[in-house]
């Protein structure tokens, strides 16, 4: 595992190429992946399929082959990054999202995603700017469901935000603990701060882009939680890796315990998703 490998890209593979593969391949040589919702999957899906829900994926990865080619796909393609993303990390070196999803598969193009997660930063070199990174992306990610709560009408939406945001400041401070460990000394959030990405959320997405996003009116309660789906996967795909590049157990209890938390934070989101989309 490189510690500049932050956040992976993922190899995207169109319907064509897909469906090449997928009838090229022997029986159950290629695992197809839903990882949307149940009310989504009973709609419809890609024949022969595997259904984990993205909001249960992180507790269920050891379900997962890692010798097989997998192909993971949802609606339009976002969710389906994140976990392959994820499934990535897990030691798959054959994994696929689909590019543009179920949408695509079908023939109709989907628009106006927000990409979460795409890119590399270089520089990352050591575990403190690692740790500070993720201080970093819940610095951001309490700003994002913050404007998120304030922006919905939806009161179940409301609330469910409002818990989150103080989920994420409690899991800044449990972070600051563990620099503070790490360094053996009573470090200020501000040193943190200075030390970490600016203006990064998690999921490696940028806060102004986020909330410019969030802002268009066409986003919808379902919009935001599909995106905020996508941004708890990626921050446990950086918390797992925090785990395996720290030698102290102390900083890895840290973070196993926030690994849980967002696993919880994770389900509730699908939970809601899914009842908005069964409404």
């Not at 024949?47 to 339009?76: H, M, N, Q, V, W």
């Amino acid at each position: 595992m490189k510690i500049t490998d932050l956040f992976r890209k993922v190899e995207t593979i169109s319907p064509s190429d897909a469906r090449k593969l997928i009838e090229g391949g022997k029986a159950g040589e290629i695992e197809r992946l839903d990882v949307r919702e149940p009310a989504e999957y009973e709609r419809g899906h890609i024949p022969g399929a595997r259904f984990i829900p993205l909001s249960i994926l992180p507790s269920r990865l050891d379900e997962i082959e890692t010798d097989k080619t997998t192909i993971t796909y949802c609606a339009r393609g976002g969710r389906s990054a994140s976990a392959a993303s994820l499934l990535k990390g897990h030691g798959l070196d054959k994994v696929f999202s689909l590019n543009g999803g179920l949408e695509a598969w079908k023939g109709s193009v989907a628009k106006g995603g927000l990409e979460a997660g795409m890119f590399l930063i270089e520089d990352i070199k050591t575990i403190d700017e690692y740790i500070a990174l993720a201080w970093a992306l819940e610095d951001g990610n309490v700003r994002f469901y913050d404007a998120a709560g304030n922006l919905l009408n939806d009161a179940e939406g409301k609330a469910l935000f409002g818990e989150l945001v103080k989920a994420e400041d409690k899991h800044k401070s449990n972070i600051l603990k563990a620099f503070r460990e790490m360094k053996g000394a009573d470090i200020s959030p501000t040193y943190l701060k200075d030390r970490s990405s600016k203006g990064i959320m998690e999921g490696g997405v940028f806060l102004k882009e986020a909330l410019e996003w969030l802002n268009d009116n066409k986003r919808s309660l379902k919009d935001i939680l599909e995106l905020s789906m996508q941004l708890e996967t990626n921050s446990l795909d950086l918390y797992f890796r925090i785990l395996n590049v720290t030698g102290s157990e102390d900083i890895k209890a840290i973070f196993r315990s926030i690994i849980e938390e967002e696993k919880n934070h994770l389900k509730h989101l699908g939970n809601l998703f899914e009842e908005k989309i069964k409404a």
